[in-house]
């Protein structure tokens, strides 16, 4: 069982237990919805794939790679609060972004001089994901912001969870039907899941 399809069906459990959690308080409260459902739904998209892009890219590139280049959602949250919600930085906290991109610069050029020692298949589409990961959990955090000041935690984590765990449930048949198909499912493989498993890395 490969570390991708454990961490995938890990992302669809959690979906699946928000839902459970906040959505059974969201539907005791009977609580109407403040934003409509397609937002939700393109959230959830966001995070999923972000979420899934950056375990991918454990497949290409190092673990040290990934970890780096994973902090490029600093910046990019940054740059969409300041975009979106206007809020205002000093001279310090932009000199922290400055540093941030020059060592995301820096992580790929040392990856793509220094293959033999990246750890990876193909790093330079590692670290594509892991870029592209990054991104997405930025508009991911600075949508789940918003949301929560202005419209309602509860929402949020009901429709969030319940489209996450639909679409990682769809992406989980369809990527890993294989995996699906050729594991045994015994009392070991379910505790799996909740254990750490750095060693398939």
């Known amino acids: 069982m490969t570390h991708l399809f454990k961490v995938i069906w890990r992302s669809f459990f959690n979906y699946v237990l928000l839902t459970v959690v906040y959505g059974s308080t969201f539907i005791i409260r009977r609580k109407t919805l403040k934003v ?24 290409y590139t ?20 300041w975009l979106f919600i206007k809020t205002k930085y000093n001279i310090g906290q932009l000199i922290g972004v400055c540093i941030r991109i020059l ?3 820096l992580v790929i050029l040392s990856d793509v001089h220094a293959k033999d020692r990246s750890g990876g298949s193909n790093v330079l ?4 994901l892991v870029i592209i990961g990054a991104i997405l959990y930025a508009f991911t ?12 935690f509860l929402e949020l984590m009901t429709f ?23 594991t045994s ?8 899941f909740s254990g750490s498993d750095m060693q398939d890395r």
């Not at 955090?141 to 309602?152: A, G, Q």
């Not at 319940?162 to 050729?182: D, P």
């Open 36 to 59: 409509r459902w397609y937002y939700y739904l393109l959230l959830a998209i966001l995070d999923v794939e972000g979420n899934f892009s950056v375990v991918k890219a454990y497949q």
């Open 62 to 81: 190092s673990l040290t790679s990934v970890m780096l280049l994973d902090c490029w959602t600093i910046p990019c949250v940054l740059l969409l609060i």
């Open 103 to 105: 060592g995301l610069v």
């Open 125 to 128: 589409l590692g670290d594509a």
């Open 141 to 152: 955090n600075v949508s789940e912001e918003f949301l929560i000041k202005n419209v309602d």
């Open 160 to 182: 969030l969870g319940l489209f996450g765990s639909i679409i990682s449930g769809i992406q989980v048949a369809i990527l890993e039907r294989k995996e699906l198909a050729n």
């Open 185 to 192: 499912w015994n009392r070991e493989v379910i505790l799996s």
